[in-house]
């Protein structure tokens, strides 16, 4: 039966949102979330939307996968080459959205980038399954190819050279961003489309202001 997209609604009640429940700083609350998620088993729980803005300031986002959380802030890895590598080099600023549905929560952050060590990109990069290793040396990330047969091609050219004991080199190009917040915002879905939100703000003299925005 077909229906109508304006019709498509649910009402959300699990839980609310209050600040006098919540941390004095939001990666410690986000890590209280992060738990919580972890715990319920959620499918792709360190997926989330990475948006940025290119060239032309035209805004570009896609699901990337968390990969770290510090008190400095959010990393994960990439192509330094890619569309998002290359906008991140010319603007170094983004904003993070992680969706639990599940929980019907929502995490906002928005901070400066910058990139991570060489050597934590290095430690990270011989952590992954040797298939993820052979991927981003073979994939020139975000470029136009001639067909799917230049990617299998490649693939298998690798995939014996490590099955052949030649250990995998991690590209130049490839490593790690951290997301540095300076604002965070913490959504919990409520009844009738009253959700709580509450947004911690980066002070000048390193606190963080915590305010409650209207839904």
């Known amino acids: 039966m077909h229906q109508n997209i304006a019709d498509i609604r649910i009402n959300y009640y699990q839980k609310s949102l209050s600040e006098t429940d919540v941390a004095s700083e939001p990666i410690a609350q986000f890590n209280n979330w992060w738990q919580e998620a972890l ?15 290119n060239a ?14 510090t ?12 569309a998002k590598g290359k906008e991140l080099e010319q603007n170094p600023r983004a904003c993070l959205v992680f969706f639990w549905k599940e929980l019907e929560r929502q995490v906002r952050v928005t901070g400066s980038v910058s990139k991570v060590p060489k050597k934590e990109s290095e430690n990270y ?8 290793q052979i991927g981003a040396v073979v994939s020139p990330q975000s470029s136009v190819i001639p067909d ?9 050219e690798f995939t014996k050279r490590a099955e052949a004991g030649e250990k995998i080199i991690k590209p130049e ?8 917040p300076v604002r965070i915002e913490f959504w919990q879905g409520r009844p ?3 959700h709580d939100r509450l947004l911690y703000t980066l002070q000048d003299n390193g606190t963080w202001k915590i305010e409650r925005l209207a839904p």
């Open 173 to 180: 190009h490839w490593g790690g961003f951290l997301v540095s």
């Open 148 to 156: 799917r047969t230049f990617l299998d091609a490649r693939t298998l």
């Open 192 to 194: 009738n489309r009253l």
């Open 71 to 82: 008190e400095k802030g959010f990393v994960f890895f990439t192509n330094y080459e890619s």
């Open 125 to 132: 990069f011989y952590s992954r399954p040797v298939g993820s």
């Open 39 to 53: 715990n319920s088993q959620l499918s792709e729980v360190n997926a989330m939307t990475l948006a940025t803005a």
């Open 56 to 69: 032309n300031g035209l805004p570009d986002a896609r699901i990337v996968l968390l990969k770290g959380v």
